[in-house]
């Protein structure tokens, strides 16, 4: 038996120093918490076990939430990308994205010197076994060599380390990812402590050595030449001239018969994976046969970094033995003669069911407990960020004895994340998609600063010299605004031509500016062109502009809905109300009420299983003396 001992105190506890757990540690720490952080394996902070990139479709907009609010995912991604692009730039403001590939290594090594520069964090290698509680109260966490942490709160962000278990074909063992020691005991300990756990399952694809592709088969998907950045703080002048492309490929009917062949080989066909896989990323061998009367599907290949010539295989994710992989990859094109420098695998791990948590991150069952990332059923390295982030202010506000800090669904795609999976559960790795947001015309891209900097900023996370910058912002914006309204366009011959060239109508008469600038196409460069006067010499601040003016109809649509979930949202339901005193409603409705708790009429009306008739009795009973408002 190991014995125990008692090591230092710290004010807040992080497990895992993966996406969640550093965004968790960093904001705890700068909010002035003496905070450890604690991992299985210095070597895997901030590690991209999976594909090497950040962003993408409503991922893109949960980073630049994560750096509005005063985290550091943004200005990481900025610091060692290798390629930048924005996606959907056809469609509308509410879809498009920003997506960078990385250099691992040095998105991994940057986040590490940062954490280690940190004043008031302490980051040190450890394998968590138990929590310390007391009387419901959770009080610190003891490692696997007796070493008893103490500390106000802690936060459990374990990733898919919690018993984990690679499928490699007919070969299975315990472990964590990219072959780390797994998390054994922790998971007992939850499970002890009355916690629900479920298996999901997540896989990668294979890495193959770039100098045997046959690029010329290929696609080539290039950077952006325009500056993109996530974090608001960098600068278009430290923008990459010189980016690594990614290639597009494709997968074909050999690639698919090889898969069909050998299904009864696949862990996730033959039995031997019990854990639920992702629905939003697939395995190949799902792909092939879900997707049956597909000839193809895209695969991506993606550098790793710019000092390995090691290959990421994407949309290609397999737990086939590896043999069989080496076939797959040779049948498709570009990749008949690659060499595989590691195997892909499927890993099967813990995860806790979100509805024992509320918004806040804290567990129901154990008091200032928190927990974070995947171990919450989520998938994706931004998803697991955003939540870190979360935990960590409300970890260090709870050890400050303060309130806790929450986003609504119309104030962040963080805020659709955590309530969906504290009100609606997930039986899947979740994976957020902008299909998933009420109000994603207001939740976009390029607004998250307006959005969010002030609580970042009231909460510590934001410097005074980053909040005088952004309040200069908005003065500027205001002002372009007021020009354009104050600017009349004339009927012109030049007006007339230009109108002509971009498919528009002719005008009949002068209109002010901020009105012509709703004409499709129109753009405020076009307008100071036209006019010879400048709007403003800020290209974000003509963005925030435009998109305002062309869409503000449908914000405003989007501004009502929003009024009313408002007015739910401060109807509170009691903590104490008694569910089976309340009758009427219907047994699926009362039971999902019992084991979800919600705490406004607006959550309860998210619950999935509910309809009217139980929302108004319940809205009734809470009217006719349970009625609390909500104080935020």
Known sequence: MIKTFDSDEYDVIVVGAGHAGCEAALASAHMGLTTLLLTISLDMVAFMPCNPSVGGPAKGTVVREIDALGGQMGKNIDATYIQMRMLNTGKGPAVRALRAQADKWQYHEHMKDVIENTPHLTLRQGLVDQLITEDGVCKGVQTNTGARYHSKSVVLTTGTSARGRIYIGELSYSSGPDNTIPAIKLSENLQKLGFKLRRFKTGTPPRVNGHTIDYSKT???????????????????????????????????????????????????????????????????????????????????????????????????????EEIQLKMLHSVAGLEHAEMMRPGYAIEYDVIDPWQLRHTLETKKIKNLFTAGQMNGTSGYEEAAGQGLIAGINAALRAKGKPGFTLGRDEAYIGVLIDDLVTKGTNEPYRLLTSRAEYRLILRHDNADLRLTDYGYKLGLISDERYAKFEEKKKHIAEAKTKLASITIHPTDEVQKYLKTIGGGKMKAGTKADVFLRRPKVRIDDIERLTGMQISDDRYVKEQVEI?????????????????????????????????????????????????????????ERISGVNPADLAILSVYVQNGHYAKVTK
């Not at 696609?219 to 923008?239: A, L, M, N, V």
């Not at 597009?248 to 031997?272: A, C, D, E, W």
């Not at 991506?300 to 994407?314: A, D, N, Q, R």
């Not at 104490?576 to 039971?591: K, N, P, V, W």
């Open 219 to 321: 696609q080539e998907e290039p950077g952006d030449k325009t500056p993109r950045h996530f974090s608001f703080e960098s600068k278009d002048s430290d923008y990459l001239k010189y980016q690594i492309s990614c290639w597009m490929t494709y997968t074909n009917p050999v690639t698919h018969k090889i898969i069909r062949n050998n299904l009864k080989r696949s862990p996730m066909f033959s039995g031997q994976i019990k854990g639920v896989g992702p629905r939003y990323c697939p395995s190949i061998e799902t792909k092939v046969v879900r997707f049956a009367d597909k000839p193809r599907h895209q695969l991506f290949l993606e550098p790793e970094g710019k000092t390995t010539h090691e290959i990421y295989v994407g949309d290609f994710s397999t737990s086939m033995p």
């Open 548 to 604: 305002n003016i062309k869409y503000a109809g449908y914000i405003k649509k989007e501004q009502v809905q929003i009024n009313r979930l408002h007015r739910q949202e401060a109807k509170k339901i009691p903590a104490d109300i008694d569910y089976e005193a309340i009758d009427g409603l219907a047994t699926e409705a009362r039971q999902k009420f019992e084991k979800i708790r919600p705490e406004t009429l607006a959550q309860a």
